[in-house]
């Protein structure tokens, strides 16, 4: 696929090699989604939703109520049920004006019968549900836990513009239970969008990564906002607008399980003790978080301390803040030396500092840009030179925050970092060196994982490049998040976002040859997601940090089947010691967890 120059630490070259590209059989494949008659339920009209494609009739139930949030209630419309019907035809109407005319598909990334097909096609909701242990046997470090996987699964069908950032969130859930089978279950999260979507019996929120593209179409699907808005059809502004669909996230400090999405802020869920998820609701922390959070919250596991931020088109565009070991959240640090909207999708800590990267991807808020330019709301710009900043861990205000260019990189990942010495940070991150392709073109995305030190007191940088695979997603022993540790899991991307295999890094040594110590693929037409790493023991720390498991879904294309694999992550071949064949297929998504019984216990 690709070729690479001998590596040194100034000068890296890449040579790209076409692609060929025919696909292998899959049973399930799609060309196109169509409407089908939605069954009618108890809470909403009979409405058009996606087909779904499964190789097998399953049984479903409806999606149950989703239980009131203690911090935020979302206020409903308060239109009569006969105008609202009136005004969700003539909403709808114009939606579909706008779709056709002002802001249809133009490129493959945004339609939506090549983004939803394959293994990208949703699936309907699944109640918990008993699979065989397909071979080997379960570890018991994951007795009573559940593994957990988010992404997007859009509920009703798009009529224009669809990007796969733009699913509603479903988390697909295994619970494994000592003594019985495990269970697979698969719920959207209610999010204010899902909820009021399914009573209104439509779509009503615009697609925020695909449906604005251009002038003209921010302005018609701005006005179209607008109108629903003042008519009373939906409240964003009082109840987010979030979908909740890429990640999960389990703070000990105030023992609550998230689904996440950086538009929002936020959900509350909870695994129940028959492997259900139930939606709780929006959460802001007692009202001292608003707007949004990162998908990507990180956790010092040893001070059970988070820190998080949000970022958005306005300024501060970007907030800092954290909360405490007591679970009170402290006043946001807004950071007004970030002067231009970046894509921040994620960033990282050490014992004395965060560290942010502003990156080549942006927010186009300029009228003329889009006009003139790709017309994209979101998208990259070649002539910026990407900085990192740097910002002590406890800060109260932006005073000490410390920039520094860094020419070329663009991490939209962090995997670690850490301190060494007084004035040095080190960072391991994927840095995506075709940063024009990392929306539109995903398949084309090349992800080269780096060493990057950072001297605060020089201000200097070094880069060393650990791999040259094309791998992201990377994941650590969670209890190093911030600490010196050694070794990394990836995701082999072959396309992008496709994963074809996992590999096992070691950036303890040798920072100019490639560290790959462990590698499993998992052979051709299968793909699996983000990998994530269980220790057998979540307490010990002066345990081996390597000494545990390596979980995932993987799905065959060739059968139409899904499992979740069990690996062994110290086997230099990442030695599969367990697989659970899953009773559907499972979409390819976006980040997952592995969450302990003891902490599943702390959620009934």
């Not at 409903?76 to 109407?93: D, E, G, H, M, Y």
């Not at 922390?285 to 596991?301: V, W, Y």
């Not at 990836?490 to 490639?514: A, F, R």
């Not at 690996?567 to 990442?574: E, F, G, I, Q, V």
């Amino acid at each position: 696929m690709e070729a690479f120059s001998p590596i040194c630490p100034s000068r890296l070259i890449l040579r790209v090699t076409p692609i060929p590209s025919p696909r292998p059989s899959y049973r399930n494949n799609i060309s196109a989604v169509r409407i089908q008659e939605k069954p009618t339920t108890t809470t909403s009209t009979s409405s058009n939703t996606l087909r779904r494609p499964e190789s097998k009739s399953t049984t479903t139930t409806a999606p149950p109520p989703p239980q009131k949030s203690t911090t935020n209630t979302p206020r409903r419309p308060t239109t009569s049920s006969s105008s609202s019907s009136l005004q969700t035809v003539i909403f709808n109407a114009l939606d579909d004006l706008i779709d056709n005319f002002i802001d249809p598909p133009t490129t493959p990334s945004v339609d939506p019968t090549k983004v939803l097909s394959d293994n990208f096609a949703p699936v309907e909701e699944m109640p918990p549900t008993e699979c065989p242990v397909a071979e080997g046997t379960i570890p018991a470090c994951l007795e009573g836990g559940a593994y957990i996987r988010n992404g997007p699964n859009p509920q009703y069908l798009p009529r224009g513009p669809f990007h796969l950032f733009d699913g509603d969130g479903m988390l697909h859930c295994l619970s494994i239970s000592q003594g019985r089978p495990p269970t697979f279950c698969s719920r959207y999260v209610h999010t204010y969008k899902y909820t009021l979507e399914r009573q209104v019996g439509s779509r009503v929120f615009p697609n925020v990564f695909s449906g604005f593209n251009g002038l003209p179409a921010v302005l018609a699907r701005g006005a179209l906002s607008a109108a629903r808005f003042l008519s009373g059809q939906f409240d964003p502004i009082s109840n987010g607008f979030g979908l909740a669909n890429t990640s999960l996230a389990f703070l000990p400090n105030v023992n609550m399980l998230f689904a996440l999405g950086e538009a929002d802020i936020p959900y509350a869920v909870r695994v129940t003790s028959d492997g259900d998820i139930r939606t709780i609701g929006r959460h802001d922390f007692d009202g001292k978080l608003s707007m949004s959070m990162t998908a990507h919250p990180k956790i010092d596991a040893q001070t059970n301390e988070v820190f998080a931020f949000r970022y958005g088109p306005v300024p501060p565009f970007l907030t800092y803040f954290h909360i405490d070991a007591n679970s009170s959240k402290q006043p946001d640090v807004p950071i007004f030396s970030l002067t231009t909207p970046t894509f921040i999708h994620d960033f990282a800590i050490t014992k004395k500092y965060a560290v942010f990267a502003d990156i080549q991807i942006g927010i186009n808020t300029n009228p003329m840009e889009m006009v003139l330019g790709s017309g994209s709301f979101v998208g990259s710009n070649p002539k910026k030179v990407s900085r990192i900043g740097v910002i002590p861990r406890y800060a109260t205000d932006e005073k000490e925050m410390r920039w520094v260019e860094v020419p070329g990189f663009n991490m939209v990942h962090a995997v670690n970092a850490w301190d060494e010495g007084e004035d040095e940070i080190v960072m391991i991150a994927p840095n995506i060196i075709s940063v024009e392709h990392t929306l539109e073109r995903m398949e084309l995305v090349h992800s080269l994982v780096e060493k990057v030190r950072v001297n605060l007191k020089t201000g200097t940088v070094q880069r060393h490049p650990i791999s040259a695979r094309n791998l992201d997603f990377g994941v650590i022993n969670p209890r190093f998040v911030g600490r010196k540790n050694r070794f990394g899991y990836l995701g082999v991307g072959d396309p992008m976002p496709k994963i074809s295999g996992v590999v096992k890094l070691d950036w303890s040594e040798g920072e100019h040859k490639d560290r790959i110590v462990g590698c499993r693929m998992y052979g051709e037409g299968c793909y699996g997601g983000e990998p994530y790493f269980v220790g057998k023991s979540e307490s010990d720390l002066d345990e081996d940090e390597d000494d545990g498991y390596v979980v995932s879904y993987v799905h065959d294309e060739n059968v139409g089947e899904s499992k979740f694999l069990v690996m062994d992550a110290k086997s230099p071949t990442l030695e599969v010691v367990a697989a659970v064949k899953l009773p559907r297929r499972v979409p390819y998504g976006f980040h997952g967890l592995f969450v302990q019984d003891r902490d599943l216990k702390k959620l009934l």
